[in-house]
């Protein structure tokens, strides 16, 4: 066995309603589509050398670079969810752990060739924990190592949010959180858990003009242009209907007249 200390970006992926879906469809066919998962995720672990540390409801990965984490999980909530209809949270946290290389005998009765050890391990998997499906979190440190950091794998649109300051069951330091995404959806701060207690921050997320999306962008324009519009026609119209000769050659009056008694009602309160 060897013992080697080293910083990795350690993610934690954890898929929602695993037991659920498998009790729904039967345990052969939830194995042929969790594989089919598997194969995809794999896919893009490799694509972004990552490391397959372990697998359960979900993979413990690790990675060299922190930023090549962040690229796997964003593309992975990107693509894989909407191939197998499966819903998945990504905790990421950068920290030291220790890998473990278990030795040939070890691995023989079933251990895992390289296995890892530490807080940061926890710290990842309190991170994912309170994820929102489709949500990608980062720690403190892991949004430091990534910041102002991108490459050509990076999805355009991706923004990085503080959603909030929360405090880790069995660990000592609070943390500060950070969501990635290219949607204001996912970037929204998640709540408590049994584990995790939400110690601040901001309550809602709100896109800022520049980084709305292009329909964000329409529909702020259709609402700007019916509210000019509509000042117009009152503007047109409103002078008319007060009129009651101008309704009258205008043929408004069979529609508009009950606008005498309710002005003169209105004069009467006034007065």
């Known amino acids: 066995m060897e013992l080697k200390e080293k910083k990795l970006a350690i993610v934690l992926l954890d898929l929602i309603g695993s037991t659920q879906f498998v009790q729904k469809v039967g345990a052969m066919k939830a194995a042929k589509w969790l594989q089919y998962h598997d194969r995809l995720a794999r896919s893009l672990i490799y694509k972004f050398d990552g490391r397959e540390i372990d697998r359960s409801d979900g993979f413990l990965l690790s990675f060299e670079r922190p930023i090549d984490a962040v690229n796997f999980a964003l593309i992975y909530q990107q693509t894989v969810p909407k191939k197998t209809l499966i819903q998945a949270r990504v905790g990421i946290h ?56 991108t490459n050509a794998f990076t999805p355009a649109g991706t923004y990085y949010a503080c959603v909030g300051e929360y405090r880790f069951k069995g660990v000592r330091a609070s943390q500060i959180i950070y969501a ?42 259709m609402k700007g242009t019916a509210l000019i519009m509509l000042c117009w026609l009152i503007s047109i119209i409103g002078p008319v209907l007060i009129d009651p000769h101008a309704r009258m050659m205008s043929g408004l009056h069979w529609y508009f007249w009950w606008l005498d008694i309710l002005l003169d009602s209105i004069k009467r309160v006034i007065r």
């Not at 050890?117 to 720690?139: D, F, P, W, Y």
């Not at 959806?185 to 896109?207: A, C, D, M, T, Y």
């Open 180 to 221: 990635v995404g290219a949607s204001i959806q996912s970037l929204q701060p998640p709540q408590s858990n049994e584990k995790v207690k939400r110690l601040g921050g901001p309550k809602r997320i709100r896109s800022k003009m520049k980084d709305r999306a292009i329909k964000e962008h329409v529909w702020w324009l």
């Open 94 to 149: 950068f920290g030291k752990v220790v890998e473990v290389k278990q030795d040939e005998l070890s691995v023989m009765a079933g251990a895992k060739s390289t296995e890892l050890e530490g807080i940061s391990k926890n710290i990842a998997a309190r991170t994912m924990s309170i994820c929102i499906a489709g949500q990608v979190l980062l720690t403190a440190e892991a949004m430091q190592a990534v910041k102002g950091r």
